[in-house]
């Protein structure tokens, strides 16, 4: 062999290994440029094929002078020339084939057959000498490349030109479901079209495999070449009903396996079909209304249409660069769905917004469906602008400023479906002027109509859903929301500072009261200006308004800020697992949230409450508030006793106050509860309070017997 | 020879390291330049088209008013007069067939059935049964799609949220919401396009965790943005004090012009994504003043929605800002209500939640539809399981409950391409068993596409070697409930 063949045979090994690999990897990983290079396969294909026929003659020719050494020379180059452009051809065509939707089917025979093309020519170089003398196999060998290559060719033909490019055979065509009217029988609503779609394509009038013919029912009646395919009134004993429940894998298995399969409704609609006698006459309007052939029809139509619902356009899309132009943040242009004509326009930000943005639009106007001008600051001017756009079909101007003066102008809009004018200004003589419009649904809600004028716009524009919304039932009344101190999270209060109520709804009265008792909707003490506070300070208060049933009572206690403690002492530890802020929890001015107790709370059931106080001041204190928490639920009760000890130091003390709070006699969640202890009046440097907890939860608690918890979160001194 | 001269010679030199390189260096560059992705992890996403519809949808917008803790079906939607019959009796095991049930009852002697505790009618065209606890969506029910033969596979509470969040129970995928985000794209860059609101009523209650509003392996700007409960949603909004709108302006276009900066020397897509989010919440500061301002609320829509709706964190005010959000071009409003779980106290505490949120929920029916908005808004309302037709805790006792139960339960969707005035699917006489069209939760994540324009089998998205869906390997259309 000459020099150069040797190179190209080295190639063409490197060549092939790599194609070789490449039939078990996913090509489309590869970089992008070697992708794109697989797009000269359609012009490489055609000189193998060439070759590859070619070859046959030559090797003819060859071997009637077998001696000629230059007709060998030519053969051994061609062949080398076949296999390298085969196996390019090869490779291209793989890495073509990851980029594109192909039928997985034949891309897998075509790229087997392609690839055995490559490979068996490349055989046929080494195999030259060994065939010298063994001239049929030679010939077997060129006649078998020559037709895997044409059966490779065939499948990649398949491929471009699609299948029944070369039969005659006319083409499929999925079945119609006909509109249904009063004639319309059950063959021709569901079954026919079903068939059609499924079955056809191989039961026609020029392919009647099996010798059956699904054309017409005449045609069905008659069966294939077993005879009737069912029989009337008995599903069971129906050929074609079987074939359909056989195994997919079942060589009698219809349709066969490959071919769209038939759902489970289709099957059943078969079966009830043939179940009630398979007539070509009965109509589908015949049947009754929970008639189980019905509903199986109308699902399977209905499954048919759900695909189809899509609305289409028949104008032209606007350009991306112009979309891309108008769109901003305050102005979204979308269309309605992928690659549909239709787009949809929205304003957002009211301060952002002016005409002009929508004046903009006009350079799409044809394009333009759905408008969306809710809560902007549009007038009647707009309405002129609005009827520019031809094929405008909902409208919502909801909250916007408009009166609905210039509203006759939407009689332009001739696809106008949808119109919300919500919240705005309209009266019922603006609306006269959509008289003539082809709208046919109106928002109206929170606007100047009225019941009465709904009846009369009934009455006048039939065509037209009037959409009154939601009107308040006069006679339901409902309930208020209670008021609220307007920081809730400020319980502890300065001295000089009053505690704000507030409630949300406009125009309602609070009122309240300071003693603890339940304010009166009627007689109470309205709430005027901020209240000022004393030490503890408990405000239960209500709101009532006109036309709502007065709300829950809400009930606050606000304490003033006490004397200030210099340190804390703990002389029982807390529970490990509430003492997470430490003593210091204890005089840090925050209260404890009843449902967090693992924070701000200090929590006690083996060890009594038991803690030091120091002061450094000299005032006279006549007051100990202990604020402990309430939930009986968690076993958490009010100390049985309180003793408070006081003196010059910790080890000179005297009780000088004590407190034996009431318990609860059932399950009660108070939240927070203070419990104040008055105290021999005099100045203290060192108070000792024990806060017991109880030592036998009582009997008609789920955990009688046990130790309950006091939980404490803050102390103050007055 | 001295310890240098080792040392020295120790050291490769440039020529012996090129050549015991070069082979292994030249593989590994041929390597990723050949399979670049796969090495590096894919690029690519998603088989269909992103931030738009993939055909014309019928919902554009989703309020999903998740019933968090599961209110029983028994109570509600699903109306079983067999129950109350036999009440008290023991339920037969042909009906229960060896279910697994929860560490809370496993250990109970007997399975006692337990009537409804309150009372149903039928209401509207479509005679759909409604109990007592809802007479506001009752109201509605000719606007409902009620379903009652969802089922799920978690019988406890996280897994199942999880599940019905995020189409999985472990807890690593993108929540629903966050699919959405990622397919659909944004319709107002003004606000985020998935946003959670939280409420918490008087019942029994369970936890909810953001990765119920994750995204998941999909990019952050797809997560959930929680808005908080108290009266500033959206925390940090405001300028700071002595700081104008416009000083605040001259601060960001300084910060893009850094940022811009070190994109270029970095070339990280992080930085932009920063840029834009840095713009995002500056238009935010004109947006969410503007939705969440309720002293305008006109006295129609407070009795609409019931005068909770103006005590920020509530239920009926999240339903009122959901409306809101929506109205905006927000794609998900995602609202959790807790308290459901009723396992003791089912009869008060299903009263006080029912309470809170009937009015609410129904109303946000109503306004949205009053607006013509209910035609593109599809509005879901359910929990993550149903609840056990036998009884946990002493049937005789005023404080019974019922457990949890995967095999059935109710949730209705309204509005955006649902039949109107439906009920779909049958339980048996017991309310165990689903008789008749199931729904599993992929079913419903499928449908839930479908509806918004996606064919759930396409929206896709490479991870860990693998494409993954919302409804991953599952998921059947729902045909019976689409209008």
């Keep these: ?718 | 020879m001295d310890t240098q001269e080792k040392r020295f010679r120790l050291n490769v030199t440039r020529r012996h390291f090129l050549t015991k390189a070069g082979l292994g260096i030249g593989s590994a560059a041929l390597g990723s330049m050949l399979f670049k992705d796969q090495l590096l992890g894919s690029t690519e996403t998603s088989a269909i088209p992103l931030g738009v519809a993939q055909f014309a949808p019928k919902a554009k917008r989703i309020i999903y008013l998740f019933q968090n803790g599961a209110p029983s079906q028994l109570e509600t939607f699903d109306y079983k007069p067999l129950l109350t019959k036999m009440h008290g009796e023991e339920l037969p095991e042909s009906i229960r067939k060896g279910q697994r049930l929860t560490g809370m009852t496993s250990n109970q002697e007997s399975f006692p059935l337990v009537g409804s505790a309150f009372n149903f009618s039928q209401y509207g065209q479509s005679g759909a049964w409604v109990s007592e606890l809802f007479p506001n969506m009752a109201s509605i029910v000719d606007e409902m799609c009620i379903i009652k033969s969802m089922h799920t596979e978690a019988i406890n509470h996280d897994p199942a949220l999880t599940f019905f969040q995020t189409g999985a129970q472990q807890g690593n995928r993108p929540s629903m919401g966050a699919w959405m985000s990622y397919g659909l794209g944004s319709e107002n860059s003004n606000l985020p396009s998935y946003t959670v609101l939280l409420s918490r009523g008087r019942g029994n209650g369970q936890g909810v965790y953001s990765k119920l509003w994750t995204n998941g392996f999909l990019d952050s700007v797809h997560q959930g943005v929680v808005f908080s409960s108290g009266e500033d949603p959206v925390l940090y909004l405001k300028n700071p004090e002595g700081h104008d709108k416009s000083s605040r302006r001259d601060m960001l276009d300084q910060l893009a012009q850094f940022n811009a900066q070190s994109f270029e020397n970095f070339g990280d897509p992080e930085i932009n994504t920063r840029i834009q989010q840095y713009e995002m919440s500056y238009r935010m500061q004109s947006a969410v003043p503007e939705l969440t301002d309720l002293s305008k609320e006109s006295d129609n829509t407070i009795k609409l929605y019931g005068p909770e709706c103006l005590v920020p964190g509530t239920y009926a005010a999240n339903c009122l800002l959901a409306r809101k959000l929506s109205e905006s071009g927000v794609r998900f409003v995602q609202l959790y209500h807790q308290g459901w779980d009723t396992h003791g106290n089912l009869a008060s505490d299903m009263r006080m939640q029912a309470e809170d949120v009937d009015r609410a929920s129904a109303g946000l029916i109503k306004d949205l539809k009053q607006r013509g908005l209910l035609d593109e808004t599809l509005v879901i309302w359910g929990g993550e399981f149903g609840r056990t037709n036998y009884c946990q805790g002493k049937i005789d006792s005023e404080n019974f409950g019922r457990d949890h139960h995967p095999k059935c339960f109710s949730l209705w969707m309204a509005g955006g391409g649902v039949k109107p005035g439906t009920v779909y699917g049958e339980t048996d006489e017991f309310g165990y068993n689903i008789t008749k069209d199931p729904v599993s939760v992929n079913d419903f994540h499928a449908t839930v596409l479908h509806l918004m324009g996606i064919n759930h089998e396409q929206l896709t998205y490479k991870h860990l070697g693998r494409r993954y869906r919302l409804t991953d390997v599952a998921g059947q259309i729902v045909n019976g409930i689409i209008a």
């Design chain 1, 1 to 718: 062999m000459s020099r150069h063949l040797t190179i190209l045979s080295n190639i063409l090994i490197v060549l092939q290994v790599f194609l070789l690999f490449m039939c078990f990897v996913d090509t489309t990983t590869f970089p992008e440029w070697l992708i794109t290079s697989g797009k000269l396969h359609p012009l490489f294909l055609h000189l193998p094929i060439a070759l590859v026929i070619f070859n046959l003659p030559l090797y003819y020719f060859l071997k009637l002078n077998s001696n000629n050494l230059k007709l060998e020379q030519l053969y051994k180059s061609s062949l080398v020339y076949t296999a390298l452009l085969t196996t390019l051809t090869a490779i291209a065509g793989l890495l073509l084939s990851g980029g594109g939707d192909y039928d997985p089917e034949t891309i897998f025979l075509h790229k087997w057959f392609g690839v055995g093309t490559a490979v068996l020519t490349h055989v046929q170089i080494y195999l030259f000498s060994w065939v010298e003398k063994r001239k049929r196999v030679g010939y077997a060998i060129a006649i078998s490349a020559v037709l895997i290559l044409v059966t490779g060719s065939h499948y990649g033909g398949t491929l471009t030109h699609g299948d029944g490019y070369l039969s005659i055979e006319p083409k499929e065509v999925a079945g119609k479901f006909p509109d249904l009217n009063t004639t319309t029988t059950v063959f021709d609503a569901a079954v026919a079209p079903v068939i059609a779609t499924k079955c056809l394509s191989c039961h026609n009038n020029n392919k009647m495999k099996g010798g059956l013919n699904m054309s017409d029912f005449q045609l069905l009646q008659k069966g294939g070449k077993n005879g009737a395919i069912f029989t009337a009134g008995n599903p069971d004993s129906s050929i074609m009903i079987e074939r359909m429940l056989l195994d997919m894998d079942d060589k009698k298995h219809m349709p066969p396996k490959g071919k769209f399969q038939l759902t489970e409704n289709e099957i059943l609609l078969f079966t009830k079909w043939i179940e009630t006698g398979a007539n070509a006459t009965k109509t589908y309007h015949s049947l009754d209304k929970s008639d189980s052939l019905k509903l199986m029809i109308d699902e399977i139509r209905k499954s048919q249409t759900i695909a189809k619902t899509e609305k289409t356009y028949a104008f032209q899309a606007a350009s991306q660069s112009k979309i891309d132009e108008l769109n901003t943040p305050f102005r979204r242009i979308l269309p309605l769905a992928y690659q549909s004509p239709a787009l949809s326009v929205k304003f957002y930000l009211k301060e952002k917004f002016s005409i002009a943005m929508l004046e903009e639009c006009k350079s799409i106007s044809t394009q333009v469906v759905e408008i969306n001008l809710s809560n902007m600051p549009v007038d009647d001017k707009v309405f002129a602008l609005l009827s520019k756009f031809e094929h405008l079909e909902k409208l919502n101007l909801n909250g916007s400023s408009i009166t609905g003066k210039n509203l006759n102008e939407l009689v332009k809009n001739k696809n106008l479906q949808q119109l919300s004018l919500a919240t705005t200004a309209v009266d019922v003589k603006v609306l006269d002027g959509l008289a003539k419009s082809v709208v046919r649904t109106v928002y109206l809600w929170n606007t100047k109509i009225t019941e009465q004028d709904l009846a009369n716009l009934k009455k006048k524009m039939p065509s037209i859903t009037w959409d009154l919304g939601y009107i308040p039932d006069k006679n339901e009344l409902l309930k208020l929301t209670p008021p609220k101190p307007i920081n809730t999270d400020r319980i502890i209060l300065r001295k000089e500072e009053k505690i704000i109520l507030k409630h949300p709804l406009p125009g309602v009265q609070i009122k309240y009261s300071l003693d603890g008792s339940k304010p009166d909707s009627l007689t109470g003490k309205t709430y005027q200006s901020p209240i000022p506070t004393s030490q503890i300070t408990r405000v239960i208060a209500l709101a009532s308004n006109n036309g709502w049933i007065s709300s829950d009572v809400s009930d606050y206690t606000f304490f003033q800020e006490g004397q200030k403690v210099d340190s804390v002492q703990l002389l029982n530890l807390p529970s490990e697992k509430y003492r997470k802020n430490g003593r210091r929890s204890l005089i840090d001015l925050k209260k404890g949230f009843p449902e967090i107790l693992n924070l701000n709370w200090l929590g006690y059931k083996e060890n009594t409450f038991k803690t030091g106080f120091y002061f450094s001041n000299n005032i006279e204190k006549s007051k100990i508030v202990v604020s402990a928490a309430d939930n009986t639920d968690f076993d958490i009760f009010p100390p049985s006793k309180i003793i408070v000890k006081g003196g010059d130091s910790p080890n000179n003390l005297k009780t000088i106050g004590s407190l034996v709070p009431e318990m609860p006699k059932g399950y009660r969640s108070n939240g927070v509860l203070p419990y104040i202890v008055p105290i021999q009046r005099g100045i203290y440097k060192y108070i000792e309070i024990e806060a017991f907890n109880i030592q036998s939860l009582p009997s008609w608690h789920f955990g009688k017997g046990l130790k309950g918890w006091v939980f404490v979160d803050e102390v103050f001194f007055y």
